[in-house]
């Protein structure tokens, strides 16, 4: 069982291009999430979706698209680095079954050195 | 958004029993309280989660008094790898998917 897969795990992108990070996970979960770590600080959410073909805003969603096209995966897309942007992205799933919360999956993250 | 509210780092000694508390004066009604634990380079895992009282799993106990407005992790037993970093988080996913923080955690370092 894979659980959260990220792809790539490294990249390093020139200030201007455009990249897309792939999340797949083979839970049927229907809430992911992408967020971004900077270093010495905690997780900050970039934008989520509760479900295939919706997506939501979180926290720090400036400078990011995403998109839910399939149950599985959660793309999060740059369309013109900074860097800024340079940091730890991971993404995390979790199941949407009713009666209060439930716990998140995280994947193994993408290290980003926008220069 | 629920804001949280934890120690920046605590020390510890192996054997130890380990208490993080954390402050959560703003939960809502429905909301949850997640602890996280993170090693570097790693995602968050999963340690527990309650609403209220006590819950107990193989790896940990959360306390969360009646008024809901803090909870405390206990680690029993601690050994030098449970070094990391922990994180409260407080939310439900379901009620509220992205509404919930996790904070600047609590950086825990057991020593020998």
């Known amino acids: 069982n894979a659980g959260v897969t990220q792809t790539p795990k490294f990249r390093v992108l020139k200030t201007g291009q455009s990249m897309t990070l792939l999340c797949a996970q083979d839970?049927?979960?229907?809430?992911m999430y992408w967020y971004r770590q900077d270093p010495g600080m905690g997780l900050r959410l970039i934008h989520y979706?509760?479900?295939?073909?919706?997506?939501a805003k979180g926290e720090v969603p400036d400078g990011y698209n995403v998109s839910r096209l399939k149950k599985q995966n959660f793309l999060l897309g740059l369309e013109s680095a900074a860097p800024s942007q340079t940091s730890v992205y991971f993404c995390?799933?979790?199941?949407?079954?009713?009666?209060?919360?439930?716990?998140?999956?995280f994947g193994q993250g993408t290290r980003l050195t926008v220069v | 958004l629920a804001k949280t509210t934890q120690p920046i780092s605590m020390d510890s000694y192996e054997g130890q029993e380990v208490n993080i508390t954390c402050s959560h004066n703003?939960?809502?009604?429905?909301?949850?309280i997640t602890w996280y634990q993170q090693f570097p380079s790693q995602g968050p895992r999963f340690i527990i989660q309650?609403?209220?009282t006590k819950v107990t799993n193989e790896v940990a106990s959360l306390f969360i008094p009646a008024d809901r407005k803090s909870s405390t992790l206990s680690l029993p037993r601690v050994s030098l790898s449970d070094t990391a970093v922990y994180y409260c988080?407080?939310?439900?996913?379901?009620?509220?998917?992205?509404?919930?923080?996790f904070g600047d955690g609590t950086t825990l370092t057991v020593k020998p």
């Open positions: 309650g609403y209220k």
């Open positions: 995390a799933s979790s199941s949407g079954r009713t009666g209060g919360a439930t716990e998140a999956f």
């Open positions: 703003n939960i809502a009604t429905n909301d949850y």
């Open positions: 839970m049927n979960h229907e809430y």
């Open positions: 988080l407080v939310g439900g996913v379901r009620t509220n998917a992205g509404k919930s923080t």
């Open positions: 979706s509760v479900g295939e073909g919706t997506t």
